[in-house]
């Protein structure tokens, strides 16, 4: 269908290898070394690539979490005019 994202597969996953966070950028996610932050972050780095790369056009959704990684990003997308949902 138009507008799926070329950099997926129905019916396969991924999973973060230790340290990576993932990325999305021009329609296509990438895994890259995690930044020298004292936190690791990493829902945050991909929702901020998210906003970045999808603006408006945006839906990130956080259905469980670890403190308060998510919610930074959350509003990066917000703030993009991108839909948020949370549980």
């Known amino acids: 269908p138009s507008g799926q994202l070329p950099a997926y597969e129905w019916n396969f996953g991924d999973v973060n290898p230790p340290g ?11 895994f890259a070394a995690a930044g020298g932050s004292l936190r ?25 979490g670890t403190g308060a990684d998510g919610a930074d990003g959350l509003r990066d997308v917000k703030a993009e005019g991108g839909i948020v949902l949370a549980q």
């Open 20 to 30: 990576a966070e993932l990325r999305l950028a021009e329609a296509r996610c990438s």
């Open 40 to 64: 690791f972050l990493p829902i945050d780095t991909f929702f901020r690539s998210l906003a970045e790369s999808a603006g408006d056009r945006a839906v990130a959704a956080v259905l469980s």
